[in-house]
Each structure stands twice: as structure tokens, then as C-alpha cells.
């Protein structure tokens, strides 16, 4: 074709559709796409997760599963004004921008998708007022900014966000949902503020583990404590986009209800408080349904979390990182795969198209408490049976564990695999356990995630 063919071609076409094309072909030589235009469209296809109607992590031992890591407070703010005695000078803005830095590191290593909340996580202290809902429901203009940021920031690099809505802990201020009528209003403002926005890269978790009894402090907590409570704001959310893809967390212990799993589009379990021995049979427990399963939050740190990872992927459930001591607690530091060097490299091996697990050369230490869960309720007084599992893959002869409660030995046991400590309190308030095994000689060899209850007035 001639030049002089080529300029008779383009008289003839319309002027205005030349004038599209020449947008599109700016955008295009731009990296960019008009407002309310995504690159990543998450989906489901059997018990597998798909980007732009492709399995994700194909070929690899995480082919089709959600490699996540939570970082609920890299929206955070705190309107109750504590986080300003402790940090003078806090910048939500500038912690959001430091996460969304980022975003192109994390995801380079393997991760293929953030968990982050309207109501955020523990800051690392206790009655942060940190929601993006008004008391009614109604949505907070200025926290949702920093969320769509976030959003936006992990759709230009091939991720997914999974949206939590409600955490136990946003209660007792004056922003505090009202009840059942106001969490309902949250729910279906956020749906819809994800619709209007045309986010394609956006699943939902109704709540952050449901039965935590952070919620029994809220109006109506109960029943949104309960299965029929989530049910309902699953099928809720469903009505009002049927594309959305929705769920709720359980607890620490991997285990999800019938009723919730029949009404999930995915099945999101927590591993906080379950030993690396029971992870196999949890997940076979809900493979029953057929739909993915995704661990969104495990806190097990290092070589443990790097050999919790691949036990999760090994048994096909995808699985979430949660640095509590790094991420989540302020000064909430966002260093890329420096959080978690173990962990994020077993991320990049765990994606690699035939890379494969040897799981016994993975293997551990490991010393978990199993029970309480997060959030149990006690009253002053009562016996509290704290169940251990003591994994040692290595005996290092002569360990013993000790038990702590908010930082003061309160047991101290010999090793062994199974253990139960009987412990009470008779003053109320938040207590946080961990515990930890020393050598022969006194010295930390290596401690528990941490279990945080409540002690209530008898």
C-alpha cells in the first residue's frame, strides 16, 4: 500500500472516530486507561481463582490458589487521638503511600493479593477509633480515598484486594455502628460503592472472624456473631452485585461453618491458632464443597511460616501472611520481602511454574497455642484450660516452655507435644498469651504467635 492509498483511506474515516483512536493510542503509549477501566478482573472457575479469565500461578504448586498477605492498617487512622501520644505528627496519607511503594516488590515475590479493612486491625493498642462508617452506616469520604488508593495502586500491578468490612474491636465510640439496621446499611453501601467504582479486582469478607467476642460489645453483636447473621449479609451483598465475589473469616482454629460455606463463594479460614500437624486436616475437612479455600491470616513467622506456607499450598489452600509485630502494629513499617525474607521467598518458590515442596526439608520448630481463640470472653475467676501443641523436629533435650500473660510468666511446664496449663484472673481487662521455649541453659530459643481474651466482671 502507498503513502498517497494510506492518506485516502484515513479522508474517508469518520473524524470523530479518529479522534477515539487517537485517545485510545494516548492512553495506551501512556500506561494508562480512562477513569473506571481496570486491568484486573478476578474470578472463580471450579476451586481454582482466575485473573482476566486466566488460572493464576499457572503450572506452579499455587496454580489457581490466592497467595495473600494482610495489611489491614495501611489505611489506618485514629480519630480517638491515642496513635498521636504515641506517634506525634501520623500521616495516614503518607502510611498509605508507603505501603503502595511497595505494592510492585510484594507482588513481584509471588503475592497475588492484599487483605485490607474499613475498620482495620489491632494497631498494636488497645481503642483506636480507625472506620470508614459513620455511626449510620454511611461511608467516610476521606478513609475511603486512601482505600480506593490502595485498590487502584494493586490493580496497576496484577493484584487483588481482599475487603474486609467489620473488625471486633470498632465499638463503644461515636462512630460505632448502631445496630443491625446500620450494618446492614454498611454493607450495602460498600457493595455499592464497589460497583459504582467498577472495581474488578475486589473480593469481600464480610466480617474479620465473625465469632471473635469483640463483637458481643456491639448493638446487635450477637447476631452478627452468628451463622445466620453472616448469612444473611453474604446473600445480602450477593443481591446487590451477583458479580461480587463474597465471604466471611472464621476463626484461628481453619474451620468454617456448613451454613457459611453453602452460601460463600469461597471459604476464608484463619490458621492463627492451629499447629502445622492439623493444617492437612482442616483443609480436607472443607475441600468437601468444592470451592477455594483461602487462608487470609496466619501469623506464624520465619522458617515456621515459610513451612506453614508450603503445607497450606501442598494440600491446595491458598494462604495469607499476617506480620502482626511488623505490618499491623504501628509504626506500621511496609519494607517489601525484608518483613519476611523466609517468607516471601517461600512466596516467589511456591509461584514458579515446577517448582517442587519437600516438605521435610521445610521442617520447623514450632510451639502454638490451640486454645483460647482470639476474642473468647471469661469471667474473673474461672478456670481458663490453655491448650499447647509443641512441635520439635530437632528435640532439643532439656527445653521447657513458659507460658505468658500480657508479658508476665504465668506457668512454666516441661516439654512435651500436648500440654494444658489451668490459669484464671480475678481482675478484668484484655489479656494476650504467648508462649516460649528455652534451652537447657534459660536461653529463648523461639516463642508463640500471640492469643489475645477478654476477662469480664463475673
Known amino acids: 500500500m502507498s503513502i498517497t492509498d494510506v492518506r485516502s483511506m ?34 472463580i472457575e471450579g476451586d481454582k481463582f482466575y485473573f482476566n479469565g486466566q488460572v493464576i500461578n499457572p503450572g506452579s504448586p499455587a496454580e489457581g490458589l490466592l497467595m495473600n498477605v494482610r495489611m489491614v492498617n495501611t489505611v489506618f487512622e485514629d480519630r480517638g487521638g491515642e496513635l498521636e501520644k504515641r506517634i506525634p505528627g501520623f500521616d495516614p496519607d503518607a502510611n498509605t503511600n508507603a505501603f503502595i511503594d511497595k505494592i510492585p516488590e510484594y507482588v513481584s515475590s509471588g503475592v497475588n493479593a492484599f487483605t ?40 496497576e500491578n496484577d493484584a487483588a484486594v481482599i475487603l474486609s468490612l467489620f473488625y471486633q474491636r470498632q465499638h463503644s465510640h461515636h462512630s460505632a455502628l448502631t445496630g443491625k439496621e446500620s450494618i446492614k ?31 458481643r460489645n456491639w448493638v446487635d453483636g450477637e447476631w452478627l456473631m452468628s451463622e445466620e447473621g453472616q448469612v444473611e449479609l453474604i446473600r445480602m451483598a450477593k443481591q446487590l452485585n451477583p458479580d461480587l465475589l463474597v465471604s466471611t473469616s472464621g476463626m484461628g482454629n481453619g474451620t468454617f461453618h456448613d451454613d457459611l460455606a453453602k452460601a460463600s463463594d469461597f471459604l476464608l479460614i484463619h490458621f492463627n491458632t492451629t499447629s502445622l500437624d492439623l493444617y492437612e486436616s482442616r483443609i480436607k475437612d472443607v475441600q468437601k464443597y468444592g470451592k477455594p479455600i483461602v487462608c487470609n491470616e496466619d501469623d506464624k513467622l520465619g522458617p515456621e511460616g515459610a513451612f506453614a506456607q508450603a503445607i497450606a499450598v501442598k494440600n491446595g489452600c491458598s494462604w495469607g501472611y499476617m506480620g502482626m509485630l511488623r505490618n499491623q502494629y504501628f509504626p506500621f513499617e511496609f519494607n517489601g520481602v525484608a518483613d519476611d525474607p523466609e517468607v516471601y521467598r517461600m512466596y516467589r518458590d511456591l509461584t514458579t511454574a515446577d517448582f517442587q515442596i519437600d516438605l521435610e526439608s521445610l521442617q520447623h520448630n514450632s510451639i502454638t497455642i490451640n486454645y483460647p481463640h482470639d476474642g473468647e470472653i471469661f469471667r474473673t475467676g474461672q478456670n481458663i484450660s490453655i491448650n499447647l501443641s509443641h512441635l520439635y523436629y530437632d528435640d532439643p533435650g532439656g527445653a521447657r516452655i513458659e507460658l505468658l500473660a500480657n508479658n508476665e510468666k504465668i506457668a512454666e511446664v516441661n516439654n512435651n507435644i500436648r500440654l494444658r496449663v489451668q490459669w484464671q484472673s480475678d481482675e478484668p481487662g484484655i489479656y494476650i498469651f504467648q508462649a516460649l521455649v528455652r534451652d537447657e541453659a534459660g536461653n529463648e530459643m523461639y516463642r508463640s504467635a500471640e492469643v489475645d481474651i477478654i476477662v469480664q466482671e463475673n
Open 185 to 215: 446499611r454498611a454493607v450495602e453501601n460498600s457493595v455499592n460503592w464497589i460497583a459504582d467504582k467498577g472495581f474488578t479486582n475486589v473480593v469481600l469478607e464480610i466480617s474479620n472472624e465473625y465469632r471473635h467476642g469483640g463483637f
Open 10 to 43: 484515513f479522508r474517508k474515516v469518520n473524524p470523530a472516530c479518529l479522534a477515539v483512536f487517537a485517545l485510545m493510542l494516548v492512553f495506551q503509549l501512556n500506561g494508562c486507561r480512562p477513569e473506571g477501566r481496570f486491568k484486573t478482573s478476578v474470578s
Open 116 to 155: 485490607i479493612c474499613l475498620q482495620g486491625g489491632l494497631p498494636g493498642y488497645e481503642g483506636a477509633i480507625n472506620t470508614a462508617f459513620n455511626s449510620d452506616g454511611s461511608l467516610r469520604d476521606d478513609y475511603l480515598q486512601r482505600v480506593e488508593r490502595v485498590i487502584r495502586a494493586c490493580d
